[in-house]
DNA sequence: CTGTAATTTCAGTAATTTCTGAAAATTGTA
DNA sequence: TACAATTTTCAGAAATTACTGAAATTACAG
């Protein structure tokens, strides 16, 4: 571990916890990434200070998440774990499963609520301001289900375009036959 | 408040706390949000049942992130809050303010790391990661900008192209001479 | 099956974060 | 300016979350 590595660690310790992992899962996931080789948990424990149980409970965690892969070296009874090679595989993987974790169970609490007549004028305005959230977080994910679906290279095409993304919507209106 | 209301602030509460909120920020902005009218302190700690300045903490927050609007009624010496009508303009101000707060500070960490050349093995993989960490954030935010020049309704309109994306890539690289 | 290396669990402790009430500061009004 | 209404600050209390060491469990080699 170089100095500058450390720092990058220690970055996305404190990142990580705005990112609902806590700083121990953070820095773990920032050192397996970093790394070459694959780590066991005690290489993880002795290089970060943490103990042996708290290493347990950070990779349980990441493997919760789907964000470590776990190997094995021959004739060497240890868990080695390493994250995947393409980082777009990542990042797909974290939408997917904070997707699973937060979206969902805010998608079916919205239209649970939804489905009911209001009572009220007080609840007929909460209503709508819940339809205006319902409508915008089923748009961000079924365009996040076409990201899921692309490969890095098609993604990172995407990416690329940039700005042109704009220039571009007026003829993806034309081709799909939206728009007014 | 009616019982489904008072379902959705405590849901916002929990899931607040998962995106970088306490649950007390988390729950007087849903309950702003599906108030019509504009809310004063008084009003929020009541309906939450949290101290008065427990409140001023929350709403101070969420004036920092630039969340809420502060208005006065004629003949009241209070101040009382709203949230923005559209809500694409609530996602724009969070995309933006995340950004400030978590994004920038890591671009710049990886780029002032990525200056000094590797000093050994281990070294230069760690950068050829963080090199692909860099390339991703840099396009996920120049991307982002593109979103935040966009008004509303353009916005919901790339939204709605959905799996159509994909497809209009291709021209978009046409148009903008890019891909390879 | 036995013994050992490794991992996981969990109860208790430490650290951090959130929340409150009291006091201070600010704001607007007469 | 003096006063009252309102908001903010902040030290300490309460609640939550993170971390540890010891014990339990699992996995595997012989």
């Known amino acids: 571990m170089t100095p500058s590595m450390m720092t990058c ?31 066991c948990a005690d290489d993880i424990g002795a290089t970060l200070s943490f103990s042996r149980s708290n290493v347990s409970m950070g990779l349980k965690e990441l493997q919760s998440w789907r964000l470590v892969n776990l190997v094995h070296k021959p004739g060497d009874r ?14 797909k ?15 079916t609490l919205l239209r649970s609520t939804l489905v009911e007549p209001p009572q009220n004028e007080e609840e007929a305005y909460a209503q709508k301001r819940m339809q205006q959230m319902l409508g915008i977080i089923e748009q961000a994910t079924s365009w996040a289900d076409d990201i899921q679906s692309m490969d890095s290279d098609t993604l990172a095409r995407l990416f690329k375009l940039g700005v042109g993304v704009g220039k571009v919507l007026q003829i993806g209106e034309k081709l799909t036959g939206g728009g007014k």
Chains 1, 2 share one sequence.
Request: charged share 30%; hydrophobic share 40%.
């Open 9 to 39: 660690v220690m970055h996305f310790g404190e990142m990580g916890s705005r990112w609902g992992f806590n700083r121990t899962v953070g820095q773990i996931y920032a050192l397996l990434i970093l790394s070459e080789e694959a780590l």
């Open 93 to 107: 993987t974290i939408i997917e499963e904070r997707r699973k974790r937060e979206v969902d169970p805010t998608l």
């Open 78 to 91: 240890k868990e080695y774990f390493t994250t995947p090679n393409d980082m777009w595989d990542i990042v």
